[in-house]
Nanobody
Protein backbone atom coordinates (compact mmCIF):
# COMPACT_ATOMS: atom_id res chain seq x y z
CA UNK A 1 0.00 0.00 0.00
CA UNK A 2 1.00 3.61 -0.44
CA UNK A 3 2.92 5.11 2.46
CA UNK A 4 4.26 8.62 2.92
CA UNK A 5 6.56 9.22 5.88
CA UNK A 6 7.72 12.73 6.79
CA UNK A 7 10.80 13.57 8.83
CA UNK A 8 13.02 16.51 9.60
CA UNK A 9 10.79 18.68 11.74
CA UNK A 10 11.89 20.21 15.00
CA UNK A 11 12.36 23.34 17.06
CA UNK A 12 14.31 26.18 15.48
CA UNK A 13 14.83 29.85 16.24
CA UNK A 14 13.39 32.57 14.04
CA UNK A 15 15.63 33.02 11.00
CA UNK A 16 16.80 29.44 11.08
CA UNK A 17 16.44 26.63 8.56
CA UNK A 18 15.04 23.12 8.39
CA UNK A 19 14.83 20.53 5.65
CA UNK A 20 11.81 18.25 5.60
CA UNK A 21 11.77 14.92 3.82
CA UNK A 22 8.90 12.69 2.74
CA UNK A 23 9.80 9.11 1.87
CA UNK A 24 7.27 7.43 -0.41
CA UNK A 25 6.66 3.73 -0.98
CA UNK A 26 4.04 1.57 -2.66
CA UNK A 27 3.72 3.78 -5.72
CA UNK A 28 5.64 4.84 -8.82
CA UNK A 29 6.70 8.12 -7.26
CA UNK A 30 7.69 9.86 -10.48
CA UNK A 31 4.16 9.55 -11.87
CA UNK A 32 2.60 11.97 -9.38
CA UNK A 33 2.49 15.63 -8.53
CA UNK A 34 3.48 15.99 -4.89
CA UNK A 35 2.52 18.65 -2.38
CA UNK A 36 3.47 19.97 1.03
CA UNK A 37 0.69 21.25 3.27
CA UNK A 38 0.76 22.66 6.77
CA UNK A 39 -1.73 23.10 9.55
CA UNK A 40 -1.26 25.47 12.44
CA UNK A 41 -3.27 25.18 15.67
CA UNK A 42 -6.81 26.45 15.17
CA UNK A 43 -6.31 26.99 11.44
CA UNK A 44 -7.26 25.12 8.31
CA UNK A 45 -4.73 23.03 6.45
CA UNK A 46 -3.09 25.12 3.74
CA UNK A 47 -1.10 24.27 0.63
CA UNK A 48 2.53 25.34 0.98
CA UNK A 49 4.09 24.11 -2.25
CA UNK A 50 3.69 21.66 -5.07
CA UNK A 51 6.01 20.09 -7.61
CA UNK A 52 5.23 18.40 -10.90
CA UNK A 53 6.15 14.82 -11.70
CA UNK A 54 9.65 15.58 -12.98
CA UNK A 55 10.19 18.80 -11.05
CA UNK A 56 9.78 21.20 -13.94
CA UNK A 57 6.91 23.09 -12.33
CA UNK A 58 6.88 24.38 -8.80
CA UNK A 59 4.30 26.57 -7.11
CA UNK A 60 4.41 28.19 -3.70
CA UNK A 61 2.05 29.92 -1.32
CA UNK A 62 2.71 33.66 -1.25
CA UNK A 63 3.64 33.40 2.42
CA UNK A 64 6.67 31.17 1.70
CA UNK A 65 7.87 32.40 -1.70
CA UNK A 66 11.57 33.16 -1.69
CA UNK A 67 12.10 31.29 1.59
CA UNK A 68 11.01 27.70 0.90
CA UNK A 69 12.13 25.38 -1.90
CA UNK A 70 10.37 22.18 -2.88
CA UNK A 71 12.30 19.45 -4.65
CA UNK A 72 12.16 15.76 -5.32
CA UNK A 73 14.39 12.79 -6.06
CA UNK A 74 12.45 10.28 -8.13
CA UNK A 75 15.21 7.67 -7.83
CA UNK A 76 14.97 7.79 -4.05
CA UNK A 77 11.17 8.31 -4.11
CA UNK A 78 11.61 11.23 -1.76
CA UNK A 79 10.09 14.70 -1.58
CA UNK A 80 11.87 17.58 0.14
CA UNK A 81 11.06 21.00 1.52
CA UNK A 82 13.98 23.29 2.30
CA UNK A 83 12.78 26.01 4.65
CA UNK A 84 14.96 29.06 5.22
CA UNK A 85 14.44 32.32 7.09
CA UNK A 86 11.82 30.65 9.23
CA UNK A 87 9.32 32.78 11.10
CA UNK A 88 7.10 32.02 14.10
CA UNK A 89 4.12 32.06 11.69
CA UNK A 90 5.62 28.99 10.00
CA UNK A 91 4.94 26.95 13.13
CA UNK A 92 2.66 24.08 12.09
CA UNK A 93 2.45 20.39 11.41
CA UNK A 94 3.73 19.80 7.88
CA UNK A 95 2.27 17.05 5.72
CA UNK A 96 3.21 15.62 2.35
CA UNK A 97 0.47 14.61 -0.03
CA UNK A 98 0.23 12.80 -3.31
CA UNK A 99 -0.29 9.48 -5.00
CA UNK A 100 -3.33 8.21 -6.93
CA UNK A 101 -6.14 10.75 -6.72
CA UNK A 102 -3.96 12.89 -4.42
CA UNK A 103 -5.48 10.75 -1.70
CA UNK A 104 -2.45 9.87 0.40
CA UNK A 105 -1.06 11.76 3.36
CA UNK A 106 1.84 11.30 5.69
CA UNK A 107 1.50 11.40 9.46
CA UNK A 108 2.95 14.90 9.64
CA UNK A 109 6.05 16.40 11.20
CA UNK A 110 5.96 19.26 13.71
CA UNK A 111 7.85 22.45 12.95
CA UNK A 112 8.10 24.97 15.75
CA UNK A 113 9.77 28.35 15.23
CA UNK A 114 10.56 30.34 18.34
CA UNK A 115 10.83 34.12 18.32
Amino acid sequence: QVQLVESGGGLVQSGGSLRLSCAASGLIFGEYVMRWYRQAPGKERELVALISEFGGRKNYADSVKGRFTISRDNVKSTLYLQMNSLKPDDTAVYYCNGGPGDAYWGQGTQVTVSS
